[in-house]
């Protein structure tokens, strides 16, 4: 099992951020390879929502499944991702501090599958700089384009 941690200070009030967290439109806009997210069950943000992540990535299309099984609103959200090749567990929190919002977010996760147990250590440093870029594009549409992203 690998994990890593990322973390950012957001120029926005903790409610906004929380918001455009929540909206699930916005996940393509700054998560890598997402083409887009859909819900399955629940409600976004709710303890049993489950949705599934359209990924495209180097001419191939997959899907992974995404469960919220813990939350503490507003503060700490903890989802179970998965599919075919890998399991993972996203924990991200919410601090605010005055005006700003301070972000969190910790992976933990195995492959599923032998090649991927073997590689998955190797790729840790390259994960880490993208979950670093996908929260720093976060912070910069969450400050600039506020809860919906695409507009």
Known sequence: MISFKVSTTINQLKEMVIKALMNSDNFPYWTTDLKRFEVIKGKPGKVGSIGQLHYFQKGRSYIMKDELIDCKSGERYLAQVSGDALTAEVETTLHASGNKTEMHTKWSGKGKIFILKILLP?????????SKAELETFKKLVETKGINFNE
């Open 122 to 130: 190797l790729l840790r440093g390259k994960m880490l700089k993208q």
